[in-house]
């Protein structure tokens, strides 16, 4: 087809595409080679990017050739989440097979609504997270759906809940907004807020989430949640869901699930366990303990696009019900159905969403490409250099461990013999995280454990070798050095 002809009908021609498509590629994977030339955090003020370009859209087309080289006035307002050195939060790398099966995606941009909107995207869907159940040690029993994010997956989590409640407590007209006020959720103080919001957005006024106290290593204690939940029944009220969490936010504490579960199989409670993070670490032997009790529960959440080097999106959630999550959301248009053999997936009848892109294509690259051995290996590597962080950590004088390292995660904070006051310790730590993130070099994140300011170093990014985590250590040291110099 000439470029005319593809003019008339509305696309790129094939050969524009194939030009553009080298080049584009060819930019990604020098920007991945050259990823530390870049400071982690962008040095720009709010507005700045927006003034850099024009504020009228283009009256005729553009050149793509002109449209890639403004690649450049973005990536002054780029935030580097592949870059070796962003040990912030909980990461978001993506790799290679996963950045390709995006690009596919796209192309072949498919709508898995439905089994016959597209057989490959559901079947592949149904088939990676069979896999990747296998490998993280999730029993057969869990059924499995992709959705894009953690918070998402819980809200849904909640949702089936909810339906479980009705099945268990009311006749379902009754199911009013007076019942809905009596439900009550729990969760540990620790939890991520994504579970207050599931909670909110499904009606659940905020007296209903109740938050467990942890212990001092940042677990929630079973026996709280135990009394919590008789006394709420003796009261009147309606427990119907707890949240578990294996990798919690701030200090990626592992709340025991075993002895949760057997709380909520006989308060007959739905459990959730939000392993956002951590739950790839399920992938070693050596590490299955963080789902001990697993097989017990009623939904877990694990984001591959976490710690598994998936490009953002892409969340997994297992329940052993899944008929319960098909209860609570499945409606649907004459126009969309299928011929109702009972074979066949539909997984728009699991969630709130219709549309649905294929997302399981980049769990398939990637496992395929890394192999369940290449993963683990990086895995582990990742919590050995955790494991070494903590222990320059605790020879150091200067510093202070602030949490146990079962994880990538370590929590720490800067304690120098000249300063014993609380407030000027936290005022110290605030600085120098500020003086470090400001270097370009390193972007950590921070949490309070106890009102003690603490500082928090997550490894988990697919760039990230032992050698970047020594040049932590040192910045660390150089930069408290001249604050306390
Ligand atoms: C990251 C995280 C979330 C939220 O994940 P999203 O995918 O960004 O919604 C929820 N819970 C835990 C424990 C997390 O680590």
Redesign the pocket.
């Known amino acids: 087809m000439t470029k005319e002809n593809t003019k008339q009908i509305g696309d790129m021609s094939a050969a524009e595409f194939r030009k553009y498509g080298h080049h584009l590629v060819d930019w990604i994977a020098d920007y991945l080679e050259s990823i530390e030339d870049y400071a982690v955090l962008p040095k720009i003020d709010p507005g700045e990017i927006k003034s850099s370009l024009p504020r009228q859209p283009p009256i005729t087309g553009e050149s793509f050739e002109i449209i890639l080289s403004d690649i450049s006035k973005i990536m002054p307002g780029i935030t580097h989440w592949n870059h070796p050195g962003f040990m912030a939060y909980?990461n978001s790398t993506s790799s290679g097979p996963g950045i390709l099966a995006d690009l596919l995606s796209s192309g072949l941009n498919v709508n898995g609504m439905s089994w016959h909107t597209c057989p490959s995207a559901t079947e592949l869907e149904e088939l990676t997270l069979r896999w990747l159940a296998q490998m993280l040690g999730i029993p057969p029993k869990f059924w499995g759906i992709i959705y894009d994010?953690?918070?998402?997956s819980?809200m849904h989590a909640v949702a089936a809940a909810r339906e479980q409640a009705k099945a268990l407590f009311f006749d379902e007209k009754e199911m009013n907004q007076t019942n809905y006020s009596l439900l009550r959720i729990y969760c540990s103080e620790q939890a991520?807020f994504?579970i207050d919001k599931s909670a909110l957005t499904l009606g659940i006024p905020e007296e209903g989430i109740k938050e467990i106290p942890v212990d001092e290593e940042y677990r929630m204690i079973a026996e709280e949640l135990s009394k919590a939940i008789s006394e709420d029944r003796k009261n009147g009220l309606l427990p119907f869901c707890v949240v578990a969490?294996v990798?919690?936010?701030s200090t990626a504490s592992v709340d025991p699930v075993k002895q949760i579960a057997s709380i909520c199989n006989k308060e007959k409670i739905w459990l959730h366990v939000?392993?956002?993070?951590a739950g790839t670490a399920s992938i070693l032997q050596e590490m299955r303990w963080i789902f001990e009790g697993i097989e017990d529960v009623d939904s877990v959440v694990v984001?591959p696009?976490?710690w598994m080097f998936t490009p953002i999106?892409l969340?997994a959630f297992y329940t052993s019900k899944p008929y319960m999550l098909k209860k609570a959301f499945s409606l649907s248009a004459e126009y969309l159905k299928g011929s109702d053999k009972k074979e066949e997936t539909n997984f728009m009848d699991y969630g709130i969403q219709l549309g649905r892109r294929f997302r399981a294509l980049k769990l398939w690259f990637i496992i395929r490409y890394f192999g369940i051995e290449g993963i683990r290996n990086r895995i582990r590597e990742h919590i050995r250099l955790a494991k070494m962080f903590a222990n320059w950590i605790d020879e150091s004088e200067h510093f202070e461990r602030m949490a146990p390292v079962h994880l990538g995660v370590v929590c720490f904070r800067a304690m120098p013999k000249s300063v014993s006051d609380g407030n000027e310790l936290n005022a110290l730590n605030e600085k120098l995280l500020n003086n470090i993130n400001s270097s370009g070099k390193l972007f950590l994140s921070h949490t309070v454990l106890n009102n003690k300011y603490t500082l928090r170093i997550s490894i988990s990014g697919i760039r990230t070798l032992e050698k970047n985590v020594k040049d932590a250590q040192l910045l660390l040291q150089n930069e408290l050095n001249k604050l306390i110099s």
């Open positions: 909980f994010t953690a918070s998402v819980s991520h994504s969490t990798g919690t936010t939000d392993a956002a993070y984001n696009h976490k999106d969340s």
